[in-house]
């Protein structure tokens, strides 16, 4: 062969991709019986695991844990499940009838925001492909496909997928790829199971971890039997126009074409796919074309037949067991297995059952602790039966944190319980009260928080709020309290600036359409200005004396005076077309292709309970994050606003910004700056800010050798703000993210008008969450 020629893959490959749209579509429905397997084992636990773990747990630890299922199931698209088990059995003994773990998984479905996938209208962009073999199967030629990455990552795989020349549609696959912690090996098989219907009868996945020392496997495995589809006709119609073998059995197979007066009866649109697909070869821009083609058919035919996108993704599942589904003889299973036991899997059996163990998913009280060592210590949870109430009181040195800073000196937190109750309408309220002691003060504060849903299907709830507590001047986004604690005793800098409110806060979300969702709140508070009262620190190598707890250096002082507040706010967010799941009777948003676009409004209310508040301010923002294309997240954010009145604003109801100001913060959001002071450039006229974050697999080191090996992430991120206190402000930087899955490390510079201002860098911890949101 011509060394320029193109391997033939490319061509089967493109013609595989095209088909792919309408064969993830072909089937509506099916039956089936269904064999599952799964299994997991421990291969290795580090000695440090070894050392302050239960004897008892270490052993279940290496016992493993295996399970198989046989059932009857049924699957409606989109989303509708039955399940009837027929025999169940596992290494635990558990009879919950919880269901299967069964995965509707196929490969044409494969891929999103964390894998390219190789029938993805961008994998050339990404793969190479190699024609490794043909041979005859049946009345099929089957071509074996070689997928090799161009690059390195976490976001692609490798290894074979089988074509059915003529049909371009899969026969099989065996490919690997990494997630993370794992590598991860997928096999499936498919059958034809009518005339250009072919279905995935094997799967089989393999996922191999390592973390701190623990090394572990999981195995996956599920066989389907006694299978009948229901086809959408309209794509197989379709199909059956551009596929090049009409039919199954001993026929002499031919190249099908259309007449001229078959092609009058298509659409424009159909009409230039059967053009394109009847070329012998196809190029790369005619498979994009093609894919973008029939993408553009399928909005036409929904608009033409009226219908309305489904955004509820929610599953409507149905489990039923027989009465003997726990009660199979190891006999009868060996009868009933697809595929018979391996000897690792018989040691799973045979290891849990050695083990004496006693399951009670309710049980609180280790009761290998002492009397008093379950007073101190005890993090467990009360349930009653129907586990519909679940009351945690923890023990005297549970729930409790201790931070420092120098107004207040060491503050002892002590959460004291909480009472959660639901309802079996996805309604629940909950209960959660916690005390506060600052020792260089001697003062004694705490909040009793109350928080209920009333409404699920409209996430319509209320909380009250009520207290004394001491609050950040930045409202919009708080320092946090340990970071605080780390930066004034080490290195003798007092970020976090706060006063005292004795405060109720009642507020109220409720969606008034799917994607609309409106929240009011009020809250009155007596604001009391703080000094600091403690010098006291553990080591400050700059010998920096504190500075006051005033935020920033100003002649009106008025603005920190102590005064009355009452506040009314409201905001109203819309996103279109956001898809949600119920779980659990809960409402979860999940994704949308469209921006939020979000307008709020803040009211001081003068004269209420002597309020002296009186401003008012307006803003308005839009924000996305998404794929687009091979970057895996482009995120953006851009919000305005202006005070209406001033009449009287206080210093705490200034428009503040979210940033970071110490070295090391926690998982900061989109819409943050690095670099811009916490205090100095609060706004009491007017502001418009930007962001914009580019996250990818590979930007700029990750093409580097070595680095391309990691599964870090790299981060491009540009802010931007402007307002009476400061003109054209930016910050550019860039970033490594997801070292270890557990940090992320960036640099920054800074500029106002052009002039460079800092360098800095920061390391952001994955682990903390400094999210401060009432309502999830």
């Not at 000196?409 to 079996?424: D, I, P, Q, T, W």
């Not at 609050?471 to 605080?484: L, W």
């Not at 209310?605 to 294309?629: A, C, P, R």
Request: with cysteine; proline share 2%; charged share 25%.
């Amino acid at each position: 062969m011509n060394a320029k020629a193109e391997d033939p893959a490319y061509n089967i490959m493109r013609k595989a991709i095209v088909l792919a749209e309408y064969y993830k579509k072909q089937i509506k429905e099916y039956d089936c019986t269904i064999y599952m397997k799964e299994y997991f084992v421990v291969d290795k636990i580090p000695e440090i695991a070894r050392l302050f773990a239960d004897k008892e747990d270490l052993k279940e630890m290496k016992a493993g844990a295996i399970s198989e299922i046989l059932m009857e199931y049924h699957y409606e698209y989109p989303n509708t499940t039955k399940e009837k088990i027929i025999s169940a059995r596992n290494s635990k003994n558990d009879t919950a009838k919880t269901g299967s773990n069964y995965i509707n998984l196929n490969f044409y479905r494969l891929g999103g925001n964390e894998i390219v996938s190789p029938l993805g209208k961008n994998a050339f962009q990404v793969y190479k492909f190699e024609l490794l073999d043909s041979y005859i199967e049946g009345n099929h030629t089957i071509k074996k496909i070689k997928i090799i990455p161009k690059r390195k990552g976490q976001d692609l795989m490798s290894g074979e997928i089988y074509i059915v020349d003529g049909l371009w549609s899969i026969h099989s696959v065996d490919v690997k790829f990494k997630q993370n912690l794992v590598d991860v090996s997928y096999k499936q098989f498919y059958s034809e199971i009518k005339k250009n219907t072919w279905f995935p009868i094997n799967h089989e996945i393999s996922v191999e971890a390592k973390l701190m020392g623990f090394e572990g496997n999981y195995k996956y495995l599920a066989s389907i039997s006694n299978l009948s589809t229901k086809n959408d006709n309209v794509v197989d119609s379709k199909i059956d126009k551009l596929v090049e073998l009409p039919l199954t059995g001993d026929e002499n197979f031919e190249k099908i074409k259309l007449s001229d007066a078959e092609k009058e009866n298509l659409s424009k649109t159909q009409q230039k796919i059967n053009n394109l697909m009847e070329k012998d070869k196809l190029s790369k821009g005619d498979a994009l074309k093609l894919v973008q083609l029939i993408e553009k058919e399928n909005e036409a035919e929904n608009k033409k037949n009226n219908e309305k996108q489904n955004l509820d993704l929610s599953r409507d599942r149905n489990v039923a067991y027989i009465d003997s589904a726990f009660t199979k003889t190891n006999s009868s299973w060996d009868s009933l297995r697809a595929v018979p036991l391996s000897e690792k899997e018989k040691e799973i059996y045979a290891t849990n059952d050695s083990l004496n163990r006693i399951e009670n998913n309710d049980t609180i009280i280790n009761k290998k602790r002492s009397i008093i060592g379950n007073a101190l210590f005890f993090n467990g949870k009360i349930k009653t039966k129907n586990k519909d109430v679940t009351l945690r009181i923890p023990g005297a040195l549970s729930w409790l944190s201790l931070n420092f800073n120098t107004v207040d000196g060491f503050v002892l937190k002590k959460r004291l319980f909480s009472y959660h109750k639901k309802y079996n309408n996805g309604s629940f309220f909950e209960i959660a009260p916690a005390l506060q002691y600052s020792f260089a003060r001697e003062d004694v504060m705490g909040n009793f928080m109350f928080k209920t849903q009333y409404n699920a299907k409209k996430r319509a709830g209320f909380y009250i709020n009520t207290g004394k507590q001491n609050t950040d001047f930045n409202a919009e986004k708080p320092m946090n309290n340990f970071f605080n604690s780390v930066s004034t005793l080490f290195l003798g800098d007092n970020i976090k600036k706060i006063y005292q409110k004795q405060f109720i806060d009642i507020g109220h979300q409720i969606d008034i359409a799917n994607g609309f969702t409106f929240i009011t709140s009020v809250e009155y508070a007596k604001r009391i200005a703080l000094t600091n009262h403690t010098d006291f620190n553990i080591w400050n190598p700059e010998k920096k004396e504190y500075t006051s707890n005033i935020p920033i250096s100003t002649t009106d002082s008025s603005i920190f005076n102590n005064h009355n507040s009452a506040l009314f706010s409201a905001s109203l967010s819309y996103t279109p077309n956001y898809f949600y799941r119920f779980y659990k009777n809960q409402k979860r948003m999940l994704y949308s292709n469209y921006p939020t676009f979000t307008a709020s409004y803040t009211q001081g209310v003068k004269g209420v309970f002597n309020s002296s508040t009186d401003f008012s301010l307006v803003e308005f923002s839009m924000e996305q994050s998404k794929k687009i294309k091979l970057i895996d997240k482009v995120s953006y954010y851009v919000g305005t606003g202006i005070f209406t009145n001033t009449n009287q604003l206080k210093f705490a109801d200034y428009k503040s910004f979210n940033t970071t100001p110490f070295y090391v913060s926690g998982n900061a959001n989109r819409n943050s700056f690095r670099l811009l002071d916490l205090y100095q450039h609060n706004s009491s006229d007017y502001f418009a800010e930007a962001h914009l974050e580019i996250e990818d697999n590979f930007l700029l080191l990750k093409r580097l050798p070595l680095f391309n090996l990691t599964n870090w992430s790299e981060r491009i991120r540009f802010s931007y703000l402007r307002n009476e206190q400061i003109d054209n402000y930016y910050e550019i930087g860039y970033g490594l993210t997801k070292l270890f899955f557990m940090f992320d490390v960036e640099g920054f510079v800074s500029f106002n008008e052009h002039k460079h201002q800092y360098t800095g860098f920061r390391i952001i911890l994955r682990l903390f969450d400094d999210d401060n949101t009432v309502f999830e």
